[in-house]
Nanobody, 115 residues
Framework: QVHLVESGGGLVQPGGSLRLSCAAS????????VGWYRQAPGRQREWVAT???????NYADSVKGRFTISRDNAKNMVYLQMNSLKPEDTAVYYC?????????WGQGTQVAVSS
């Protein structure tokens, strides 16, 4: 059984930083692309960043230059370092990985950016 568990969210002031973590069981992140998504209240879930199995990274324009996605295959973890946070980054953040035709999601971690 596959489980993804996000952690690291919280309340931070504008300009601050957070590092989100996604831990996996039942799936090897090193063999798959992993993505971060977010969903703000009243809005659709949107893609934030992806790291491929070959460590190629891609980012949404809204976070490019501020967020960094990375992985630690030995720990089976994926991270999202978020710097220069803005109020519009407030959302529930989810990690996602696909294995074949199956798509796996965590339960999300809340990020709130407010003064």
């Amino acid at each position: 059984q596959v489980h993804l568990v996000e952690s690291g969210g919280g309340l931070v002031q504008p300009g601050g930083s957070l590092r989100l973590s996604c831990a996996a069981s039942g799936i090897r992140f090193g063999f798959n692309a992993v993505g971060w998504y977010r969903q703000a209240p009243g809005r659709q879930r949107e893609w934030v960043a992806t790291i491929s199995r070959y460590d190629i990274t891609n980012y949404a324009d809204s976070v490019k230059g501020r967020f960094t996605i990375s992985r630690d295959n030995a720990k089976n973890m994926v991270y999202l370092q978020m710097n220069s946070l803005k109020p519009e980054d407030t959302a529930v953040y989810y990690c996602n990985s696909n294995q074949g035709v199956d798509s796996y999601w965590g339960q999300g971690t809340q990020v709130a950016v407010s003064s």
